[in-house]
């Protein structure tokens, strides 16, 4: 009987293999990538310094990544995130620095901002049917101009210690064991729970309606994967410092953001939109307002980056933001969004965005030039989009 089942499990799983190749070839990617350069680099990478270090490199990606996949999912583009994020830091600095404001007044006035920014822009691209390429193409020069503007072409900082805490502060451990964060271990131990949890609740849920494809090895064995990568970092982190707070807000972001878009209705809508937007306007959905408000979430995300990268530099500079636009868009195409719209998940960019920083610091440590860094990453974002749409002809 079990050698009929397994005959029968065989086909289910190769097709439901062939079916998700791109989640499943996207995380052996990243493992892959991670194993390789913890071999050539010595050991570094997960050095748990190392490992704190490219967190708070690329947690202001990251959090970009999250509001440019539903720019993408839409199918728009804003070429204009690096400019406001470092836009919102210049103005950030003259606040703090030299008007003498408290931290939490403006971080909250400059979220407001980008957050208007991005509205300004989505009025433009929603309701006058401008291309997004080229709204965000002119929002990138001018906020690249306004920040040289604010900051007079030089840098402005130091800032008030609270604000550092933004990027470089740790969770402080209440357990008070010396040279080990027992409250890093534990927080993560109840993330992986929760996780695992909400998986074989929502496995049990598929099961009752039958509407459950993974086979069961798949399934276990992602789950023991990822409880075995979050408790392993949990441990790497609770070893040095404890948890970053960026960490901590950068998670909550995803979060939230797998949430709207896997949960709600806003998240279908855009979906929807990408797929085919007259159907969609058709269908009801008033795709004016839902392009304005997508391009408002971008904007406080870029906001948000800026307040984290200046945190993190401690001062703001002219050219602050410079190039972060074509990783953050790097890392969503990477990260299985598709060029024409309608495709994309959020833990697609996320993984994507971490592809990049890991080529980054593996490299860097490596004494990789900057120049092959580049060349290197530009091949990998062209395979990646040259596999997205050869298995979409091929379906």
Known sequence: MSDVTTAQDRPDMVRFIKANIRDYALLLSLLAIMIFFQFTTGGTLFKPVNMTNLILQNSYIVIMALGMLLIIVAGHIDL?????SGFVGAVAAVMMVNWKLDPLTTSVACLALGAVIGGAQ??????YKIPAF????????????????VLGGASVGPFPPSFQLLSSGFIPDVFGISGFNLLALVIGAIVTGVIVF?????RRNQQEHGLAEEPDVIFYGRN????????GFAILMASYKGLPNVLVVMFALIALFVFITTRTTFGRRVYAMGGNEKAAKLSGIDTERMTFMIFVIMGALAALAGLIFAARLNVATPKAGLGFELEVIAACFIGGAAVT?????????????FIIGVM???MSILGV????QQVIKGAVLMLAVFLDVYYKNKG
């Not at 204009?80 to 406001?84: L, R």
């Open 341 to 353: 719209g309608g495709v994309g998940k959020i833990i697609g960019a996320v993984i994507g965005a």
């Open 122 to 127: 989505g009025y433009f691209v929603a309701y």
């Open 198 to 202: 909400f998986n074989f609740k929502e």
């Open 360 to 362: 980054n610091n593996g």
């Open 134 to 149: 080229i709204v965000t193409l002119a929002g990138m020069l001018v906020f690249k101009g306004l920040a040289l503007t």
């Open 80 to 84: 204009s995130v690096g400019s406001v």
């Open 369 to 372: 030039g900057i120049d092959w």
């Open 224 to 231: 023991l994967l990822v409880a075995v990568a979050f408790l």
